[in-house]
């Protein structure tokens, strides 16, 4: 297993997030949303053949991947959009009406 890098972008309306996914094609990947966390699996398929004469070692990660990230503030599932372009996932979840953020400041002493 291996987990995709990916950035979340928090604004006034939506949520943004943008995930690296060299490799994969999107009948591959399978995203799920709640009120407050997304969940992305899929998989990267081998391009390996039977025949491997002539190589030397393999860098490139293969196999299934799921990523749950919390969200920062309560969303609208059936308002998502995503796009999928050159191995790049970007998802835009607007905020539920009255959201309000769910990080909050713990003073230290």
């Known amino acids: 297993m291996f987990a995709p890098q990916l950035d979340v972008t928090d604004t006034d309306k939506e949520v943004k997030v943008c995930v690296e996914l060299p490799g994969i094609e999107s009948k591959d990947l399978d995203v799920n949303v709640t009120e407050n966390e997304l969940t992305i699996r899929g998989e990267k398929r081998s391009e390996r053949k039977s025949d491997d004469e002539g190589r030397h070692w393999t ?14 503030a ?31 400041k713990i003073n230290v002493s």
């Open 59 to 72: 860098e490139r990660t293969y196999g299934s991947f799921e990523r749950t990230i919390p969200l920062p």
């Open 74 to 104: 309560e969303v609208d599932g059936e308002k998502a959009k995503s796009e999928f372009k050159n191995g790049v996932l970007r998802i835009t979840l607007p905020k539920r009406e009255g959201a309000k953020p769910r990080a909050h």
